[in-house]
């Protein structure tokens, strides 16, 4: 307790010196003036008194320490003398300090912003108990390593598999919903019974689904979104038990979702229904429509289950060769399914925050050294006046915290506001298929990182001047003018840290040229048809009104027709699904008159009006595309594309061919007429597949796509467009209206690639301007410690060009070997980022010249300058200066 | 060394505050020639030792100071004991007479070998 109390007094004791200075002063005064008194009076003269007085005391100066000492914590005293030295120190180099500061914050700013998108994609991107446990299950084969599965086999491997605690699946699906602002398509889910049970998450309203409430005769029940709930039920609590009717179906709700609650898959999904299958095609094994989810028991690896999975897949092979031959399966930690794709992406930025970092932290090193190197003498006479080493390094290692304490404060304060930015930049649609990016923010994990770098650089920057303390022989920085080992053996260093940082800089450019090169290639890549001047718009028909086939091919064909009619239409068509969106919605074909052995031939499936490819502008390479009246009453043909042709007809003319389904039943035989040039129906960065395109109007269903060709530019066509099927059809949901150049350069990929390639591109370029600043400041140091030499050299005769001569030729060394050691590792690098390249490799030339070029030419700028002032050097003041 | 101190430390504060106890309210000076009497003058001390003892003293509450004037009409510090200083004056002292009544029997020939 004494002592405790002893401690807060010494602490407060530090901010109140002044004070307790004076009465020491006044007392030790009064002291010595009382034992003068008393000496006086036992005879000695005023003189000899005041002597034995002191001396008595044990001398002022010893007793003040003495009391100082006790007075308050000495430790805490000195840091507090260092910190305030340093600040005013600090203080009095303003541009070293500002441009110190800038470049740290900047480094720190950029890493711990990267690593807060890794922390919330990477370490702990879902929201729920136990998520290691959580594992997607497909099944897959030759064309799809990750293809959904089929109801019957969803329900044998729940039946057979002894890993999971649990498996269940879930499967996209639309309403659409009567408002009074016209009908509106909303996303909805279906799920098995145990779905919600399996993430381990509990509706917050009301109940979750019993089991066996998704199989056919269950009662119509719908779980909410708590986003739903708010928007259209305004979060009444009364809501549970009411009746909501999607597409024209009563549906009870029966629960509202946890405000937390997030599902990226189908990030989007307002309303969560049950299976409840009822249609034939759905008990069908060969018709894959369900996504798995499983949660494994505790101890069983993703190996294990996926082991196990595969046997049994294995098994069902032997059972069900008609429609399970190759259908192999596999498990993966649910994580991947969710951030799998950005994972290489946040991989490279975070390398390439990382280099920045070091590239500010090598530039501050170096600014540094510059620095202790003219602080030689300052030093010196501090060591000559008693500062031990020791305190000489307190010294720069409270210099070192002051700067980087600056910086770190700097670089997390406007972390803090970078990190909010992609939640305002990013669409909401991409937003809704990661939430995990809503709890993007500076959290413990993150501020732990900012603290971990701030520290290495602390350490950095307290060793750099220490150890330059110790190179140099104190005694010698007294000497006037002297320039000994100490300065070479500093350029040396300095050359040496601006030569990794030109290489490193080197890096960061090939990085960001082969990211901007993928990123043009993507974007240029040849879709087979033409983009520009295409708007596009969705149409859902209620089945109730819809559902019969006729009924559909009415509809499209009235659209169609209203549209063609709209100003500013060349034409439209119609399209089930819309190209550069996804490889899928396949079809397994038997080609007639030739050995079938049950293998599954899957091609892309496209149910397409007469006008679509004329639309597209896509180029017909043989035989004819379809007409409008080639119907059901007609005989069924289809239009393949190049890379079907190539694949089964190598060498043949396939005009004419017939195929059908795996069982050839005689109503799905078709022949082809045509062959049409390969659409993108993939991704910008996916393969081609086999195509086939049947007529719309053999094949119709009432959820489709228009695609209009415009005269105009077809942004300012889409409020008409959907204004006119509104007008015309009130019964249908019309939704993404957008334009397809939109569509392509709003996609996912292309947003990856371009977000990447811009963040790099901006790395790129801080990196570039930070090493050759660095490089500006070592020539510009060398120039300014060889003007005597200079000097002489010129008193002798050296012509003005030799002088730029020997400046230029040095940072030009410096250059080329920064580029060629920065080469070497960009290629090495290279392999890192294959994953991102589409089109380029990692060794890709022109692109490795072109940043030797670019860095090589900025070197020589920055070195020009000192060179200039090197060579307008006047012989007379250069000898006369030292 | 540190532990000597420790213990002449411990040794001057208990004479400090046996002191100020004796004599009421005193400066530091008037502590000292105090000391140094008492003692019999067998004890030589640097006056300037008393004071971080005596700074020591008011940080744990021992003891308590307020300028004033001395009986020469000086301006002096002076000292005073505080509740707690009493009470660790007795805890102290009572320590003190127990460690050395321990000692003495260590230190005195044995009268009574039994």
């Known amino acids: 307790m004494k002592p405790l109390r002893a401690w807060v007094f010494r602490l407060a004791a530090l901010f109140t010196n002044k004070q307790r200075e004076r009465q020491l002063s006044d007392e030790l005064e009064s002291h010595l003036q009382m034992h003068v008194d008393d000496n006086i009076r036992a005879g000695m003269t005023p003189a000899e008194a005041r002597r034995h007085a002191i001396l008595k005391l044990g001398g002022v100066e010893p007793t003040k320490e003495a009391y100082r000492d006790r007075s308050t914590l000495p430790f805490i005293e000195h840091l507090l003398q260092d910190a305030r030295f340093a600040i005013r120190q600090l203080r009095k180099n303003t541009g070293f300090t500002c441009v110190a500061v800038l470049m740290l914050a900047l480094g720190i700013c950029a890493s711990v912003s990267i690593f807060a998108f890794v922390d919330a994609a990477l370490i702990k991107p879902l929201p729920y108990p136990n998520p290691t446990r959580l594992v997607s299950v497909f099944e897959n084969s030759a064309a799809f390593p990750h293809a959904n599965l089929s109801y019957p086999d969803y329900l044998d491997w729940k039946r057979l598999s002894k890993v999971f605690r649990s498996l269940d699946v879930y499967t996209g699906t639309g309403f659409l919903l009567s408002t009074p602002a016209g009908v509106e398509p909303v996303p909805a889910t279906r799920v098995s019974d145990g779905f919600f049970r399996t993430l381990g998450v509990t509706p917050m309203l009301g109940r979750n689904f019993h089991a066996g409430e998704d199989l056919a005769g269950s009662p119509n029940t719908v779980i909410l979104s708590y986003a739903s709930w708010r928007k259209r039920f305004g979060g009444k609590k009364d809501v549970i038990g009411q009746t909501i009717r999607l597409s024209d179906v009563p549906y009870t709700i029966v629960g509202v979702l946890p405000r937390n609650f997030q599902f990226a898959p189908r990030g989007r999904a307002e309303f969560w229904i049950t299976l409840r299958f009822t249609m034939p095609k759905e008990f069908r094994r060969s018709f894959h429509s369900l996504s798995g989810i499983a949660r494994m028991k505790d101890g069983v690896s993703v190996q294990a289950a996926s082991a196990d999975v595969k046997t049994i897949a294995k098994q069902l092979e032997k059972q069900y060769p ?78 070192a ?221 043989r035989g004819r595309y379809f007409t409008d009246a080639e119907d059901a009453s007609k005989p069924r043909v289809v239009v393949i594309n190049q890379a079907l042709a190539r694949q089964y007809f190598p060498g043949e003319n396939p005009i004419g061919k017939q195929f059908g389904d795996t069982a050839l039943s005689p109503k799905s035989i078709k022949q082809i007429i045509g062959v049409v040039d390969d659409i993108k129906e993939g991704s910008l960065d996916s393969k081609i597949w086999p195509a086939a395109y049947y007529p719309f109007n053999q094949s119709p269903d009432p959820y489709f796509s228009v695609v209009v060709r415009t005269s105009q530019a077809p942004q300012s066509l889409l409020p008409a467009l959907s204004a006119v099927i509104r007008q015309s059809h009130p019964d249908v949901g019309v939704f993404d209206e957008t334009t397809v150049d939109n569509l392509i350069h709003d996609s996912q990929t292309a947003y990856l690639h371009r977000s990447s390639a811009w963040l790099v591109g901006g790395f790129a370029a801080v990196a570039l301007l930070l090493s050759v600043i660095g490089l500006y400041g070592v020539v510009a140091y060398s120039v300014s410690q060889r003007t005597r030499e200079i000097g002489v050299r010129m008193a002798l005769g050296a012509e003005r060009g030799a002088v730029y001569q020997l400046i230029l030729k040095e940072a030009a060394r410096l250059t080329a070997v920064g580029i060629v050691i920065g080469l070497v590792c960009a290629m090495a690098a290279g392999a890192f980022l294959n994953a991102l390249l589409f089109g380029v490799r990692s060794w890709d030339i022109p692109t490795l010249a072109a940043v030797a070029a670019l860095l090589g030419f900025f070197a020589i700028l920055a070195s020009f300058i000192p060179a200039r002032r090197a060579a307008s050097i006047n012989p007379v003041d250069a000898l006369r200066s030292e | 060394m540190g532990e000597k101190a420790d213990v002449w430390q411990g040794t001057l504060a208990l004479m400090i505050l046996k002191t100020i106890e004796a004599m009421g309210p005193l400066h530091g000076y008037g502590i000292a020639r105090r000391i140094e009497q008492t003692s019999g003058n067998l004890l030589s001390l640097n006056y300037g030792t008393l004071y971080p003892a005596l700074l020591k003293l008011e940080q744990e509450g021992s003891i308590a100071s307020e300028w004033g004037v001395s009986e020469n009409n000086r301006k002096a510090k002076f000292y005073k004991l505080t509740r707690a200083g009493r009470k660790q004056l007795a805890q102290e002292t009572r320590n003190w007479e127990q460690t050395t009544e321990i000692l003495a029997r260590f230190l005195s020939p044995s009268e009574d070998p039994a």
């Open chain 1, 401 to 621: 915290l002051v700067l980087v304490t600056m910086g770190s404060a700097l670089g997390v304060l406007s972390a803090n506001w970078t990190v909010q930015l992609p939640t305002k930049l990013i669409p909401a649609d991409m937003m809704a298929a990661m939430p995990f990016l809503l709890g993007l923010g500076l959290n413990a994990r993150v501020l732990a990182f900012a603290g971990a770098i701030s520290l290495f650089a602390a350490v950095l920057f307290s060793l750099t001047p220490t150890a330059h303390l110790a190179v140099s022989e104190m005694r010698d920085g007294l000497a006037e003018g002297s320039r000994g080992s100490a300065g070479n053996t500093w350029r040396r260093l300095g050359s040496k840290l601006v030569t990794a940082e030109l290489a490193v800089a080197v890096v960061l450019l090939v990085g960001a040229g082969l990211l901007g090169k993928s990123l043009h290639l993507l974007l240029h890549v040849d879709l087979g048809f033409q983009p520009d001047h295409l708007a596009t718009v969705a149409v859902a028909g209620p089945e109730t009104r819809y559902g019969e086939p006729a009924q559909a091919v009415a509809l499209g064909r009235r659209i169609v027709s209203r549209i063609e009619t709209m100003p500013g239409v060349k034409s439209a068509a119609i399209t089930s699904l819309l190209p550069v969106s996804y490889n899928g919605h396949t079809d397994w074909i038997r080609f007639v008159g030739r050995p079938y052995n049950g293998e599954h031939n899957e091609v892309n499936q496209r149910d397409v009006s007469s006008s679509y490819f004329t639309t597209l502008g896509a180029k017909l390479l």
């Open chain 1, 322 to 399: 008609e429609s399970n031959r190759g259908q192999g399966a596999s498990v993966f930690p649910f994580a991947d399914l969710v951030v799998g794709h950005i994972r290489p992406i946040l991989l490279v930025l975070l390398g390439g925050a990382g280099l920045l970092l070091l590239i500010a932290c090598m530039n501050v090193t170096s600014l540094l050294l510059v620095r202790s190197e003219s602080r030689r003498r300052e030093i010196a006479v501090r060591n000559a006046l008693g500062a031990s080493t020791g305190r000489l390094t307190s010294q720069f290692v409270t210099e």
